[in-house]
């Protein structure tokens, strides 16, 4: 059997996309690839991050290269239920009826986003349990169906509250965003000059279409039926082993999201227009991990098997020596300057401590390099005490 043209051409549709949300968000290939996986496989996704990642203006960015019904939020403690689901029908409760009128509202959604996924309260985030998982809106005695395709979420992290664990397992995919900050830095502000120029350029303008066509839900709906065509058979013992040891290790996976996880296994082979999978498409399991706390076991085991059998190193490692680079161009301006200011301070942590993570995750440690990015930590977090 071979795919059909209409396979083909939707799977390199989607590969235009991503290459072109690739080239401009900078330092978020991973997060594009996730997120197209995500519609595609009809699964959730949340992005969580620090201010002023783009994972908010990622999301949009997607959304506008599909022809779907939207609904986007920026959900507070303070969000009605009726922002997001629609307004109480007035009249027919006078008769009697509960109805809500959810026409242009999450219900009747095929693409949503919601910001600040977590900051709902609880009447929003147990009506979402059952639309999530089951793609069903109760409407007062009426279950009506929902065309959701996916939701995709943005946080700051993951509340620790035993209370929206359920909420927060219907998210399949997570994927942490950092800081692009020294790592591509000249890319980043060429690319995002560029996007800023396009943005003053249309503000005289009449407000951009909401998007550019490229794929309907029509057509991913159709590509996402040929998921069950997908021979897992090659990759089902590596998964199957893969995921014990996770579980030996203490990992927290339940049940719903080991059977699923299947399912982007098979996803990344569609999309790579093959009909079997192979263990080079198990990447995605770097990113089913529920408790923050697992995610770099889960991205280090899944990591090592793609990486032997011949897939792409999770990121390219830069040479020690030039991560110490970059942190003695951090702290340099903060040390020399007799009375840095209190933010320049902190931002200059925060960049060293970027710097810090990406040099953990060199295996084997360099304990040189490591010792001397401590003391340059070390060195500017002292420039604190004079703001107390």
Known sequence: MSWGQETVDTIRDLEYVRRRLGDEFVGRERAVRLLQLAVVCREHALLLGPTGTAKSELIS?????????????????????????????????????YHVHTEGMLPQAELVFLDEVFQGSSAILNTLLTLLNERRYHNGARAEHAPLVSLLGATNDIPDDPGLT???DRFL????????????????????????????????????SAGGGTLTVDRLTRLSLRLRDI????????????????????????????????????????LRESQAAQPVDLWPLAHI??????????????????????????????????????????????TTDRRPSEWSVIDGLHKLGALSRELRGHQPVNTQTETELSRIIADVNVLLDQFE
């Open 166 to 168: 359920a909420f927060s």
């Open 231 to 270: 021979d897992l058979d090659p990759v089902l013992g590596e998964h199957r082993e893969l995921t014990r040891q996770l579980l030996i290790q203490g990992v927290k996976l339940s049940d719903r999201r080991l059977v699923r996880s299947l399912k982007l296994v098979a996803g990344a082979a569609l």
């Open 173 to 208: 995919i997570r994927l942490l965003v950092e800081p692009v900050g020294g790592t591509d830095l000249e890319r980043l502000l060429l690319v995002g000059w560029q996007h800023e120029a396009r943005r003053l350029a249309a503000a005289g303008n009449e407000a951009p």
């Open 289 to 334: 991990w529920t408790d923050p706390a697992d995610r770099t076991t889960v991205e280090e085991a899944v990591h090592a098997v793609v990486e032997k059998h011949g897939g792409e190193p999770a990121q390219r490692r830069r040479p020690d020596h030039e991560i110490l680079l970059d942190a003695r161009e951090v702290s340099a301006p903060l």
């Open 61 to 97: 960015a997607l959304a506008r290269q599909i022809e779907a019904r939207h609904f986007s939020y920026l959900l507070t403690r303070f969000t009605e239920p009726s922002e997001i689901f629609g307004a109480l029908d007035f009249d027919r409760f006078r008769q009697g009826t």
